[in-house]
Every structure is written in structure tokens, then in C-alpha cells.
């Protein structure tokens, strides 16, 4: 694809003392979606990305360091994605930036990077002393379903209804999702949680889809994009709300949120982030 020249991945790296907000990598996220057959003007979700860095660092006016848990919200309707290493990369130029308070750092961040992804971005500063708790999904687990796996290659077709159940509302989850970074093939792994109403989801064949992850390459984004399009094409429900929650790689995690319902993501930090 064309934007794997733009990216820093696979390449030698520079790390800049000196604060520079053009290393932020956009891509198109209508380049992902022309292969789900997409029409970025007219999406079936709404949505936003969820992203956490570990390792934010600045410093205050007086020189003394800074640490906190950056959460960013980027909307699901933003024209670009961020690349995540140049995300990283950026973060690290920060550390050694002078700031004269965290109101000054949430400012710069939400400025950077809502140029970067061309729609508003939402930056939140968590204290490191602040008992970020971690929470456990709700709803039916996948994964304790005794199946045979045979094949790892992606397989929308393997999805399918109970034809002759009712309709329902269900929340199912499983945390054996696998997918690889689309340039170095680096594994990506995450949770990914389900809620759809709907004649209910053969169980046992929607585990082997999201199983069938493990040899695909994609954006974490786009994968959720993906997962979603695929149910909703195939198993048709009339509500349906997809939350990954990838683990942390570089200091960084990534959570995207796609719904066909009006709501907002209500992110819970799970153990394994």
C-alpha cells in the first residue's frame, strides 16, 4: 500500500531530544476501508479510537521531569489515523519540552494532534499515583468453547446464526484475538468485546472467525472495522457495538470503538493493558 513508504516501521530510527510535531505520521483511514467497501462519507458506525501512552514525559519550568498515563480519544471520523511509532516518536520529542503546567501540555497535545488526524482530539493527563484500576468484560466468554481449529487464515464465511433461535440482546467476548502489524508482521494481541441485538450469533463459529485473525495483517483500527463490517453483513443484527482492547506495544495501546448505536465508549482498562 502507499503509505508504508510515509511510515518510520522497519526503518532506522532517530530519536529527537528537540520538539517536533512534524514526525506525526498520517495515514488515510480511506485507503483501509476502499477493502471493506467503505464509503467514508456515509459510514454504518460511529466511533473512536482510545489510545494510552505509558511513557509521557516532559518537563515543568524548572527543569524537574514530568510523568503521566496520556489517554487520547481520536474519532472514528477523523480523515487520517496516526501511525503508531510516529506517535511514539513524538511523545519522545517531548521530553525535554518546558511546560508551565499540564493545562499547557493538554493544549499543545490536542493541537498537534488534531492537525495530524484533521478532527478534534481529546487529550486526558492520568496521575501515575492514580489507581487506574483494571476491570473484567462482561458477558458470555468464547473462549472456554471447546473447538477444533484447523485453519488461521482469515475466513468471514465462517460466521453464521442460530436460524432458529429468537432475537436477543447478548454481550460476548474473547480475549484469543491475534492480528500482525501490515509492515514489520509484528503480532498485535487484544480483547475484543460484542454486543449486538439480533437473531443470536452461532457462538462456536464467531470464536473461529476472530481466531481466524491470527495470520491476518492489519491496523488495530481497521481490524475492528473489519470485524464489524463482516458481522453485520453476515449475521445482520440491527444494533451491534465492537470494543478491542489491544495491548500495550512501545508504550502504547490502542482501543477502537465502532457502533451502530448511539452511545459513547465506555473504556475499562483490562489486565493484560
Same mark, same amino acid.
Given at each position: 500500500?502507499?503509505?508504508?513508504?510515509?511510515?518510520? $516501521?522497519?526503518?532506522?530510527?532517530?530519536?529527537?531530544?528537540?520538539?517536533?510535531?512534524?514526525?506525526?505520521?498520517?495515514?488515510?483511514?480511506? &485507503?483501509?476501508?476502499?477493502?471493506?467497501?467503505?464509503?467514508?462519507?456515509?459510514?454504518?458506525?460511529?466511533?473512536?479510537? +482510545?489510545?494510552?501512552? *505509558?511513557?509521557?514525559?516532559?518537563?515543568? /519550568?524548572?527543569?524537574?521531569? =514530568?510523568?503521566? +498515563?496520556?489517554?487520547?480519544?481520536?474519532?472514528?471520523?477523523?480523515?487520517?489515523?496516526?501511525?503508531?511509532?510516529?506517535?511514539?516518536?513524538?511523545?519522545?520529542?517531548?521530553?525535554?519540552?518546558? %511546560?508551565?503546567?499540564? &493545562?499547557?501540555?493538554?493544549?499543545?497535545?490536542?493541537?498537534?494532534?488534531?492537525?495530524?488526524?484533521?478532527?478534534?482530539?481529546?487529550?486526558?493527563?492520568?496521575?501515575?499515583?492514580? $489507581? *487506574?484500576?483494571? =476491570?473484567?468484560?462482561?458477558?458470555?466468554?468464547?473462549?472456554?468453547?471447546?473447538?477444533?481449529?484447523?485453519?488461521?487464515?482469515?475466513?468471514?464465511? $465462517?460466521?453464521?446464526?442460530?436460524?432458529?433461535?429468537?432475537?436477543?440482546?447478548?454481550?460476548?467476548?474473547?480475549?484469543?484475538?491475534?492480528?500482525?502489524?501490515?509492515?514489520?508482521?509484528?503480532?498485535?494481541?487484544?480483547?475484543? /468485546?460484542?454486543?449486538?441485538?439480533?437473531?443470536?450469533?452461532?457462538?462456536?463459529?464467531?470464536?473461529? *472467525?476472530? +481466531?481466524?485473525?491470527?495470520?491476518?495483517?492489519?491496523?488495530?483500527?481497521?481490524?475492528?472495522?473489519?470485524?464489524?463490517?463482516?458481522?453485520?453483513?453476515?449475521?445482520?443484527?440491527?444494533?451491534?457495538?465492537?470494543?478491542?482492547?489491544?495491548?500495550?506495544?512501545?508504550?502504547?495501546?490502542?482501543?477502537?470503538?465502532? /457502533?451502530?448505536?448511539?452511545?459513547?465508549?465506555? %473504556?475499562?482498562? $483490562?489486565?493484560?493493558?
Amino acid at each position: 500500500m502507499s503509505w508504508y513508504a510515509k511510515t518510520a $516501521l522497519g526503518k532506522e530510527t532517530n530519536y529527537y531530544n528537540d520538539y517536533n510535531p512534524a514526525l506525526l505520521c498520517p495515514l488515510l483511514r480511506a &485507503e483501509g476501508r476502499q477493502q471493506l467497501g467503505l464509503d467514508s462519507a456515509n459510514l454504518p458506525f460511529q466511533g473512536v479510537d +482510545i489510545w494510552h501512552n *505509558y511513557e509521557a514525559s516532559w518537563l515543568n /519550568s524548572k527543569g524537574k521531569p =514530568q510523568v503521566a +498515563i496520556v489517554q487520547l480519544h481520536f474519532p472514528a471520523e477523523s480523515t487520517y489515523l496516526i501511525e503508531s511509532k510516529s506517535l511514539k516518536l513524538y511523545f519522545n520529542s517531548l521530553n525535554f519540552k518546558r %511546560f508551565n503546567n499540564e &493545562e499547557e501540555v493538554i493544549t499543545l497535545l490536542e493541537r498537534d494532534l488534531s492537525v495530524a488526524a484533521a478532527a478534534p482530539v481529546k487529550a486526558i493527563l492520568i496521575p501515575v499515583s492514580e $489507581l *487506574y484500576q483494571t =476491570q473484567l468484560l462482561q458477558g458470555i466468554c468464547l473462549d472456554e468453547l471447546d473447538i477444533e481449529v484447523t485453519d488461521f487464515r482469515l475466513n468471514p464465511q $465462517l460466521l453464521k446464526n442460530n436460524t432458529d433461535a429468537a432475537m436477543i440482546t447478548e454481550t460476548v467476548y474473547s480475549h484469543l484475538l491475534r492480528s500482525n502489524c501490515p509492515v514489520t508482521n509484528q503480532p498485535d494481541w487484544g480483547s475484543v /468485546s460484542i454486543t449486538y441485538t439480533g437473531q443470536t450469533i452461532h457462538h462456536e463459529s464467531l470464536l473461529r *472467525y476472530l +481466531i481466524s485473525f491470527r495470520e491476518h495483517n492489519d491496523f488495530h483500527e481497521q481490524c475492528v472495522e473489519r470485524i464489524f463490517c463482516d458481522i453485520l453483513r453476515l449475521c445482520q443484527p440491527e444494533k451491534l457495538t465492537i470494543q478491542a482492547y489491544y495491548t500495550r506495544r512501545g508504550g502504547l495501546d490502542i482501543n477502537p470503538f465502532r /457502533s451502530n448505536v448511539d452511545l459513547a465508549a465506555q %473504556f475499562q482498562r $483490562l489486565v493484560r493493558q
